[in-house]
C-alpha cells in the first residue's frame, strides 16, 4: 500500500480486493479472509480494512454474514 499517494488507505484496499471481485479471482460465494487476517496481508490497521470492506458493502460486492464472516456477493 501507497501510504504517501493521493488516495486514502482504505480506498486502495477497496479497489484491490474489487480488482479481484471483478476478474474473477474471488469467485462469488468465497469467504474472504477474518479482518485481522486482511490487515496482515495488506500490512494496515484493522479499522483501515472495516473502512474498505464497508465501501464494497456499499457496491454490493460483498455481503456478511454476522458470526460467518464476509463474502464475495452472488451476482
Known amino acids: 500500500m501507497d501510504h504517501d499517494g493521493p488516495d486514502f488507505v482504505w480506498e486502495q484496499v477497496a479497489a ?3 480488482a479481484d ?5 474471488l469467485a462469488p ?3 474472504l479472509p ?3 487476517a ?3 496481508i495488506y500490512g494496515v490497521a ?3 480494512i ?3 470492506l464497508l465501501k464494497l458493502k456499499e457496491d454490493g460486492l460483498v455481503v456478511t454474514r454476522f458470526g460467518r464472516g464476509t ?5
Open 38 to 40: 486482511l490487515a496482515s
Open 16 to 18: 484491490d480486493l474489487r
Open 71 to 75: 463474502f464475495v456477493a452472488r451476482t
Open 29 to 31: 460465494g468465497v469467504r
Open 46 to 48: 484493522r479499522g483501515t
Open 50 to 52: 472495516g473502512r474498505a
Open 21 to 25: 471481485i471483478e476478474s474473477g479471482a
Open 34 to 36: 477474518s479482518e485481522s
